[in-house]
T-cell receptor, first 111, second 115 residues
Framework: RKEVEQDPGPFNVPEGATVAFNCTYS??????FFWYRQDCRKEPKLLMS???SGNEDGRFTAQLNRASQYISLLIRDSKLSDSATYLC????????????FGTGTRLLVSP | NAGVTQTPKFQVLKTGQSMTLQCAQD?????MSWYRQDPGMGLRLIHY???????DQGEVPNGYNVSRSTTEDFPLRLLSAAPSQTSVYFC??????????????FGPGTRLTVL
């Protein structure tokens, strides 16, 4: 089983739609969680950290479910500019604390 | 504040040539890493460092060397380039303190083609 698993998509949605991605992780001792965004051929950039109680940043909401070992990202009122690949990132609680990246979920928002 | 910088942005090599990809950060981060990303694939860790003078191997270290003589710089050396090393290379850094504030910052990437 992969340490971090994501549905690769693509998720094709119209502008204005609400879309949600899930990401499962295998290490129950993982301490921190993040969502990164990667545009085509560009470097990944932090979208938001995921707090235990869940958190919101504008149109974006992140949730953590430790019991079921998954995190989620909800995007409301999708914009064309939201088209990108969304990477789930987990920081384990061991050793070097090597960040573990999912392979990403591709989102395509159409007019 | 430049963040993480990488040079060059693009490079074409012939099989067997060697070269060094440069990476520098100005955030005084202890942790630095090199990743490669191939089309349709995720990021794969090549080498990492938890501080000046300390480096270790990641998932795909063969064919690459690193050194960390200063906190700021973390160059990646390709010893004898092979076509299988054609990829996009990202350097990254983070503080290493852990927790939700331990954001990893990436450089803009080096696109390497080996002929």
């Amino acid at each position: 089983r992969k340490e971090v698993e994501q549905d690769p998509g693509p998720f094709n949605v119209p502008e204005g739609a609400t879309v949600a991605f899930n990401c499962t992780y295998s290490n129950s001792a993982s301490q921190s969680f993040f969502w990164y965004r990667q545009d085509c051929r560009k470097e990944p950039k932090l979208l938001m950290s995921v707090y235990s109680s869940g958190n919101e940043d504008g149109r974006f909401t992140a949730q953590l479910n430790r019991a079921s070992q998954y995190i989620s990202l909800l995007i409301r009122d999708s914009k064309l500019s939201d088209s990108a690949t969304y990477l789930c990132v987990v920081l384990p609680n061991t050793g070097f604390q090597k960040l573990v990246f999912g392979t990403g979920t591709r989102l395509l928002v159409s007019p | 504040n430049a963040g993480v910088t990488q040079t060059p942005k693009f490079q074409v090599l012939k099989t067997g040539q060697s070269m060094t990809l440069q990476c520098a950060q100005d955030m005084n981060h202890e942790y630095m890493s090199w990743y490669r990303q191939d089309p349709g694939m995720g990021l794969r860790l090549i080498h990492y460092s938890v501080g000046a003078g300390i480096t270790d191997q990641g998932e795909v270290p063969n064919g690459y060397n690193v050194s960390r003589s200063t906190t700021e710089d973390f160059p990646l050396r390709l010893l004898s380039a092979a076509p299988s090393q054609t990829s996009v290379y990202f350097c990254a850094s983070r503080s290493g303190v852990g927790g939700t504030t331990d954001t990893q910052y990436f450089g803009p990437g080096t696109r390497l083609t080996v002929l």
